[in-house]
């Protein structure tokens, strides 16, 4: 029987055949666990002869079994290893990653370009007071920026100042119109010289294809001694020159008003048509697009700061992120900034490993 077993167990040419040897020795109805069931009918001298003799078959059948399953596994594996093939010069399918939103990207491009000039980036809270978003920036009580329907006042502050409780430098009464807080909040803090962008965001009672509440806004401020208007235009040029990568930039200063500088100017940027759309850029502007509003930083709000005017100057500068980024980057509506689109995101997102520099081009 042992002859029989193990000549049809290397016999077998797969691992069904094999399994159907193994039923048939060792399955419930198999010849060997026939044999085993009649050890219990024997006397106790047959089962001292016939009992090892059974186990050990039944040893030498399973240990057939177990090394013609490997001999066939190995087999098995060898053949699907020589008629498969790999090539292992395609590359890797990419990993699902998400994308740097625009106005993440163009911080990061700001903050790099700053850097480069000297410039530190300063942060302040969202949350404001009347003290440090409007007076401290000479804004009077009857500016239209101090109206109900432009800015988001809590309720809190409107309680404290209804019942005469109100202390404008203390109370945070408002969400911050503009970064420029950032500013007066550096100069009571640190003493001059002073070199800061600030980014961050901003809110205003505004909706439509070019406004959104909340919006993201940078804001630039040197105080020094001896600062002109001179420094005011060529570090703004630098800035826009780096920022859109281009050498052919021209900007056009014109005269403007903003109660926290004097005198102040609107910059506009020169931009050519290139397929009936505006391009940044170009010796010869087809026309101009305002970018910015910025000035010399108002005797007021230097005093304010408890800085002597007569001793120390400064410029200040601020524009929007959002709409830097729709026009370096070609984007018409803002209100897709905000709409967690993913389709959007993918489109004009940025890789994570897209971090900008100024040897490799911003936004590059």
Known sequence: MREHMLTAIAASPG????????????????????LLKTLGKMTPDERLVQGPLIQGLREAVANGIAERKATLERTALDARLASETLDMTLPADGAVAGTIHPVSQVMDELAEIFADLGFAVATG???????????????????????????????QGIDAKAAGTADEKNTFS????????VQIRTMLSQKPPIRIIAPGRTYRSDSDATHTPMFHQVEGLVIDKGI????????LETFVKAFFERDDIVLRLRPSYFPFTEPSVEIDVGYTLVKG???????????WLEILGSGMVHRKVIEACGLDPDEWQGFAFGCGIDRLAML???????????????????????SSLDVPTLSGGVGA
């Not at 969202?126 to 440090?132: K, L, R, Y």
């Not at 759309?277 to 087809?286: I, L, S, T, Y």
């Not at 070609?330 to 993918?346: N, S, V």
Request: net charge negative; proline share 6%; charged share 25%.
């Open 228 to 235: 002109t208007l001179g420094h005011l235009k060529w570090t």
């Open 125 to 155: 809270p969202e949350i404001e007071t009347d003290w440090h978003n409007f007076t401290a920036l000479n804004i009077p009580e009857t500016h239209p920026a101090r109206a109900m329907h432009d800015t988001f006042y809590l309720q």
């Open 277 to 287: 759309k505006r391009v940044v850029g170009g010796a010869e502007p087809d026309g």
């Open 328 to 350: 370096k980057y070609g984007m018409d509506d803002l209100r897709p900034f905000f709409d967690g689109d993913i389709r959007w995101l993918k489109h004009y997102g940025f």
């Open 174 to 181: 408002l969400l911050r119109t503009h970064t420029s807080p």
């Open 15 to 34: 691992l069904d055949a094999l399994e159907a040897c193994r039923v048939e020795a060792l399955g419930k109805q198999g010849s060997i666990t026939a």
